[in-house]
């Protein structure tokens, strides 16, 4: 769409109209004073609210010289002895209508009025003769009518309206004159009044000047008279719009919201005229950056990660810019251990010095392996979370009978400071091998110091879930099954992450919003950097996120709360994230999604 092109007087109300497609836009600056002067337009994007940016990709103005008639009456009128009189303008300009008058009436064709040419050296002198009425006809076919092309309107008995093609000059000699041929021609000693004259106007010295007001810059000058002939005239100056919208939008974003975001220029000309404005072309995106300028981490461990973006509401983005570094910890999330989740836990078992709590979890093959293949285990995350702070240790135990049996592994020991709560990893510093699809490791959780709370699904199970989920209050010597008053059949929250061979495989990276799958793997074209480093260099986001920020509720710039999860334990480096957003498209949508 064309950019806003619009008077700097405009109130509030009109530019809201002009960005709504209400009101028509202007393509004509006009200089209706005959001594020219200024007029202050806008080029202009609708004003988006919230935005960190806008980029320029052009800024460009096509205009024309417009003609058109204007009464003017800075002119001077000389006598030519008693042989007419001359007709003189200060500058050169186009005559297009002169009104003469007389003290007796003329009665052509017997008298010709003559228009010449006149130069003004010092004095005034006369030119060749350039029309005359009645013309002396056409010498042959191939010939005009000589000293033809002006046009007399009697107005009365003694005035006459002179029509004359656009005539340039600034000097002219108004005659009456006898004669039969052209070189017969003779003036009468007539002095005509000059009562009325009318020029085609177009601009002198027409220049254009980039904010005029405060750091004013000449983007174009045309000296002399612009005429038609000499077609279009281009401006073009897209950095320099790139810099002032930019120094606008932050003091928009400062103060109170306009409606349109201007680029200001003032036209100047030193006499009447207008001209065309045949191209006006603003081509702008704004851009928000939801994490702002720098890289911004996510931990992904096997469970959701919120992956909150800042951006208007309301608005659909026309592209988006991603930019990832996924660094890979050489661990995934065993099969076994299904996703949890979203609706957070709320019920749990007490863990402390004398009350110990053991969980049996099995171990699946990994992918494009059977049963009975050999799985080392890297790391158990648990959903726990305590009041005061605590010391936390887990053990690691083969399977006796449906119970916890010897000790597999060394101790894990972690320091929880006061009022923790969410998924607590506890990585073995060597790798524990496990026969996969075999008996379940059972992990023991108890305290040095403190209790806490680990966590059951929210999810409820069959009763067998209880013969997974031990206690002991005699420090592990015995293990009996929960009290089913105290614990609904609900299996404990736990992880279990096996180690992955290297070279390492790009992960699978999902985004939803809450339940929903936006996309199951925004990380697919990832190029491989390292051996635990995988690159997008640029990438949009899902379609399905442009849209949800469309859809997303509220006013100005919102957070819309979207989730990030994959299997494997990887960090995910935002580098950068650019929204952009057509300044016409999102001003439309925004006010169709208000009901205008």
Not at 59 to 67: D, I, M, W, Y
Not at 318 to 346: C, H, I, Q, Y
Not at 395 to 400: F, H, K, M, N, V
């Amino acid at each position: 769409m064309d950019a806003l092109f619009y008077p700097i007087s405009y109130a509030q109300s009109q530019i809201v109209q002009l960005v709504y497609g209400m009101l028509a836009g202007l393509d004509v600056v006009d200089f209706p004073d005959e001594a020219g002067g200024d007029v202050d337009q806008a080029l202009a994007v609708p004003f988006l609210a919230g935005m960190d940016a806008i980029v320029v990709t052009s800024a460009r103005l096509v205009l024309r010289s417009a003609p058109k008639n204007l009464d003017i009456d800075n002119y001077v009128v000389s006598d030519n002895g008693s042989n007419g009189v001359f007709l003189s303008l200060p500058d050169p300009a186009r005559l297009k209508k002169i009104e003469i008058g007389f003290d007796a009436p003329v009665q052509p064709p017997t008298v010709r009025i003559v228009v010449r040419g006149a130069s003004k050296n010092g004095a005034l002198s006369a030119g060749t003769p350039l029309f005359a009425t009645p013309d002396f006809g056409n010498l042959g076919p191939m010939f005009n009518a000589v000293l033809g092309g002006m046009a007399v309107t009697n107005l009365d008995a003694k005035r006459n309206l002179l029509t004359l093609p656009a005539t340039l000059g600034n000097a002219w000699l108004i005659q009456l004159a006898t004669g039969d041929e052209v070189k017969d021609l003779a003036p009468l000693p007539i002095k005509p009044a000059i009562n009325r004259v009318v020029l085609e106007a177009v601009p002198r010295n027409l220049s254009v000047v980039l904010a005029p007001d405060t750091d004013a810059l000449t983007l174009w000058k045309n000296p002399g008279v612009l005429l038609p002939e000499a077609g279009d005239q281009e401006i073009s100056f897209a950095p320099l719009a790139q810099k002032h919208l930019t120094a606008a939008l932050q003091q928009q974003n400062a103060t109170a919201a306009t409606a349109a975001l201007p680029v200001p220029l003032r036209f100047h000309s030193d006499c009447g005229g207008a001209v065309s404005i045949v191209t006006k072309s603003l081509i702008a995106e704004y851009q928000v950056q939801p994490f702002g300028a720098d890289a911004k981490t996510f931990s992904l461990r096997g469970d959701f990660v919120a992956f909150t973006l800042s951006a208007p509401a309301r608005l659909a983005p026309s592209k988006s810019a991603l930019k990832l570094t996924v660094k890979l910890l050489g661990r995934d999330l065993n099969a076994a251990s299904p996703e949890p989740t979203l609706e957070p836990p709320s019920s749990g078992l007490r863990v402390g010095l004398e009350h110990w709590i053991a969980a049996a979890i099995n171990v699946a093959p990994r992918a494009n392996e059977a049963n009975g293949s050999v799985v080392q285990i890297a790391s158990v995350r648990i959903y726990m979370a305590n009041t005061d702070a605590a010391e936390i240790v887990l053990e690691l135990r083969s399977d006796i009978a449906n119970s916890p049996g010897a000790i597999v592994a060394a101790p894990l020991v972690q320091q929880l400071t006061a009022n923790f709560s969410g998924w607590l990893e506890f990585e073995l510093p060597t790798p524990l091998k496990v026969v996969a699809g075999n008996a379940p490791i059972w992990l023991a959780l108890r305290t040095n110091k403190g209790d806490v709370r680990w966590f059951n699904s929210a999810a409820a199970t069959d009763a067998s879930a209880l013969n997974s989920n031990l206690v002991s209050t005699d420090r592990g010597a015995t293990w009996g099954a929960p009290n089913p008053q105290l614990q609904a059949p609900r299996p404990l929250l736990a992880q279990l992450f096996h180690v992955v061979d290297e070279p390492l495989a790009a992960p699978i990276i999902r985004i939803q919003r809450g339940a929903t799958v936006l996309q199951n793997n925004i990380f697919a074209n990832a190029q491989q950097k390292s051996a635990r480093e995988y690159a997008l260099d640029a990438t949009a986001l899902p379609a399905a996120v442009h849209t949800a920020l469309a859809n997303q509720s509220g006013n100005g710039r919102v957070a819309s709360d979207f989730l990030l999860f994959s299997r494997s334990a990887i960090d995910v480096v935002v580098e950068a994230l650019t929204l952009s957003y057509d300044p016409f498209t999102a001003a439309n949508a925004a006010t169709t999604s208000n009901g205008g």
